[in-house]
């Protein structure tokens, strides 16, 4: 695609997916067939969310979570390349990140069902084990040597947007700005040459305001933070975010962590990681694993500062800071 072509048009597709919705910018000759992009974009995510969905009673996952322990169960390829990789994380990140908290998930609400009180009392005090040890992945198949309910939402959102990326590369898009909520991947640059440029939100639950800005050329961002997603229980407000070692949500955690990768699933499971882990501990891991990280904490006032980590954010950007996936 010549970045100097005054034949190519502006291209803004959008669709439903996961409970929210995807987006797709690019730029293309004025004989591309949007509806069959679109259609194409649409049929990736929901193959995505036909697979990983805690939503969806018929979805692959599901269907793994009912499985008996010890069964070895046959995944499609695309779900077990997530499962491996939210494994992968879960190590890395010594649990914090573990796609094994489904039970939890649900019994706070943040699933199809309300929150339960006597579900939670029990996803707080069953001895846990990480998913990272009790699922084995062989082949195309998965097998549970424990009990565990399997959640991706802290990755599958991420993967989606990969997704939409790989399905333009499919079609000879090679420049784009693709999302799924606010986890987004900028792939090539703009039109007139220039990075893909990217709001990092403020943490505030009443408006949609920028903190900072990035500037984006293949590489791919995403935030976790406690102001968009919560349940109120006994007139407190919980973050969806759970805490792997209480089964139950964060007490007290960053108000955001926003996390630029090569890949977004990647982006997405170490912003949860970093989250769970809190400002000192999760820079530190952020360091060992060469992450860029920025974590938005909130002072007395209610006003946030930004922690930041990498390359890319080792001062807090004030306007423009570039990134180019490593």
């Known amino acids: 695609m010549s970045k100097m072509s005054t034949e190519l048009v502006r291209v ?8 929210t919705r995807w987006s797709a910018l690019f730029f293309a000759g004025p004989d591309v067939d949007k509806e069959a992009v679109r259609g194409a974009l649409q049929a990736a995510v929901e193959d995505v969310d036909a697979q990983m969905s805690t939503w969806k009673p018929d979805s692959d996952l599901m269907r793994l979570n009912a499985a008996p322990v010890g069964q070895w169960v046959p995944v499609p390829a ?24 489904g039970d939890a998930v649900t019994a706070w609400g943040f699933g199809p069902s309300d929150a339960a009180p006597e579900g939670i009392r029990t996803a707080m005090a069953v001895q846990r084990c990480p998913a990272h040890e009790v ?4 082949g195309d198949h998965v097998h549970k040597a424990e009990p565990v309910a ?25 420049d784009a700005l693709v999302g ?3 986890e987004m991947r900028a792939m090539g640059l703009r039109l007139d040459g220039e990075a893909w440029t990217i709001a990092v939100e403020a943490p505030d639950p009443g408006r949609r305001t920028p903190h900072a800005i990035l500037a984006l050329q293949d590489a791919a961002v995403a935030t976790s933070g406690d102001y968009r997603h919560w349940v109120e229980v006994q007139g407190r407000r919980l973050s969806h975010t759970m805490d792997p070692r209480r089964g139950a949500p964060l007490i007290a955690s960053p108000a955001s962590v926003t996390v630029v990768a090569r890949s977004c699933a990647e982006a997405d499971a170490w ?7 809190g400002p000192e501990r999760g820079a530190a891991l952020a360091r060992k694993h060469g992450l860029d990280a920025l974590f938005l904490l909130r002072d007395d006032e209610g006003n946030a500062r930004g ?3 990498g390359r890319l954010f080792s001062e807090e950007p004030a306007a423009i800071a570039s990134a180019r996936g490593r």
């Open 180 to 182: 799924i909520d606010g």
């Open 78 to 101: 695309r779900l077990l390349e997530v499962l491996r990789l939210g494994l992968e994380i879960g190590r890395a990140s010594h649990g914090a990140f573990d796609i094994g908290m």
């Open 307 to 309: 922690v930041g980590v």
């Open 271 to 277: 912003a949860t990681a970093l989250m769970v882990l």
């Open 150 to 174: 399997l959640d991706l939402n802290g990755i599958a959102k991420g993967y989606g947007v990969d997704r939409l990326a790989e399905t333009l590369r499919d079609h000879g898009i090679a």
């Open 12 to 19: 803004a597709l959008n669709g439903p997916t996961m409970g």
């Open 135 to 138: 699922l084995e992945c062989d």
